[in-house]
């Protein structure tokens, strides 16, 4: 019998919700995975290193792993509404970031490329030092004064205002309203290594582990709360609800434009390396 694939995902409850189907065996068919919970920094890394089989990073990562790594139709995060937010202790405006210091998620994030794109309009006199986070202890840095602000992505939404924090800007927003297109945050990759046949039946078995999480919710409830950080059980579905959407199932032509549109325009900004459009379609 071949060895387990290895893959490695976050414990937010999207990823737990489109996977909990796969990682427990219950997709006919598919051996369970060796999963791998892991904050989104870290599995940029991991595939950076080439070291799992198959991981859940950000769009913004992908320039850097497309030759070892095949950008999989299904099973990430792109959506409308759901993009990520600055937020300050204090209220300000986006002038008020200029030599400001900022936590985020991940250099290599799409929050990061989305704020990047965002701040060289907003923030003609350019911010001050970036800080790397998990993303969970962004708020509580921002709240305690050790960052002048924060990029949060996730349930973070739901929450920022627990910590009394204020929303400068909503990066999902402004990319909607320039280029009408859905958002596109966490992707993907399977090893390409495994071949072509193997990644469009790793394809089928991920679409398969998303049906089964719509048909029956209630059955991944428990490995969903059982994984979520400091989440209610109403913050976990309005996560899931936002997360986990047509573009979960299928990226389709919609969504492969929003990845192409924003890579496209990170290359133009010197914030990744340019990829020719036949890279991204398995």
């Excluded at 297109?181 to 993907?188: E, H, Q, V």
């Excluded at 890579?263 to 459009?277: C, D, F």
Aim: proline share 7%; aromatic share 8%.
């Amino acid at each position: 019998m071949a060895d387990p694939l290895r893959i490695a995902y976050s414990p937010c409850p999207n990823d737990t919700f489109v996977f909990h189907a796969w990682a427990h065996g219950l997709v006919p068919g598919a051996a369970a995975p060796e999963v791998l919970f892991a904050d989104i920094d870290v599995t940029n890394g991991l595939a950076e290193r080439g070291e799992l089989d198959v991981l859940k990073i950000s769009y913004g990562q992908l320039p850097w792993v497309l030759e070892e790594y095949a950008l999989l139709p299904c099973g990430g995060a792109l959506g409308r509404g759901c993009g990520p937010l600055v937020l300050t202790a204090e209220e300000t405006s986006p002038a008020g970031l200029a030599g400001r210091t900022v936590a985020v998620p991940s250099e290599r994030s799409t929050a990061y490329l989305l704020f990047r794109l965002w701040a060289a309009k907003a923030v003609p006199d350019g911010f001050g030092e970036i800080v790397v986070l998990p993303f969970h202890e962004i708020m509580p840095a921002v709240r305690d004064g050790r960052v002048d602000a924060g990029l949060v992505i996730h349930e973070a939404r739901f929450t920022y205002q627990r910590y009394g924090l204020h929303r400068l800007a909503d990066m999902g927003e402004a990319w909607e309203a320039e280029t009408g297109l859905p958002i596109p945050l966490g992707a993907i990759v399977a090893r390409r290594s495994l071949g072509d046949a193997r990644l469009k039946e790793l394809s089928e078995t991920i679409r398969a582990s998303v049906r089964a999480a719509w048909e029956h919710p209630e059955a991944s409830r428990g490995y969903v709360l059982a994984h979520a950080q400091e989440m209610d059980p109403d913050v976990a579905d309005r996560h899931i609800a936002l997360y986990v959407n047509a573009f979960t199932a299928d990226l389709g032509e919609e969504g492969l434009a929003a990845v192409r549109a924003l890579l496209t325009r990170a290359a133009e900004e010197g914030l990744v390396p340019a990829v020719e459009p036949g890279a991204l379609v398995l």
